[in-house]
């Protein structure tokens, strides 16, 4: 099939982890530094979102999430089609601000 902005996926990774102890903090680190190998980018504190050209990919992605999620702490994850995303709008105060951009989809037959 051929890639639309129904098909393709965004993952959102929403997290409020707790860092009272050093312990906590090398958790939150790891957890951090883990979905950032994995492709995912910080689009606000505690918030990460990745760019996914299939339902297939996302639930990859997904799933290497899910296996790393700390003993402690709220964790979402959250799947949008591009369409959705790109509905968005986001601000710096009252200065309307551009989406990030999408990746670039290279189609292989």
Not at 38 to 51: E, N, P, T, V
Not at 64 to 70: Q, S
Request: with cysteine.
């Amino acid at each position: 099939m051929r890639f639309n902005e129904y098909r393709i996926l965004w993952i959102l990774v929403l997290f409020d982890l707790p860092t009272e102890t050093k312990k906590d903090r090398k958790l939150y680190a790891k957890f951090r530094k883990e979905i950032m190998a994995d492709g995912f980018a910080m689009f606000q504190f505690s918030i990460y979102l990745r760019h996914c050209s299939s339902r297939e990919n996302a639930d990859v992605h997904i799933k290497r999430v899910k296996k790393l999620l700390p003993p402690k702490g709220n964790v979402g994850i959250l799947t949008i089609t591009d369409k959705q995303f790109g509905m968005m709008e986001l601000f710096y105060g009252k200065e309307q601000k551009e989406l990030p951009n999408t990746p670039q989809q290279l189609e292989l037959f």
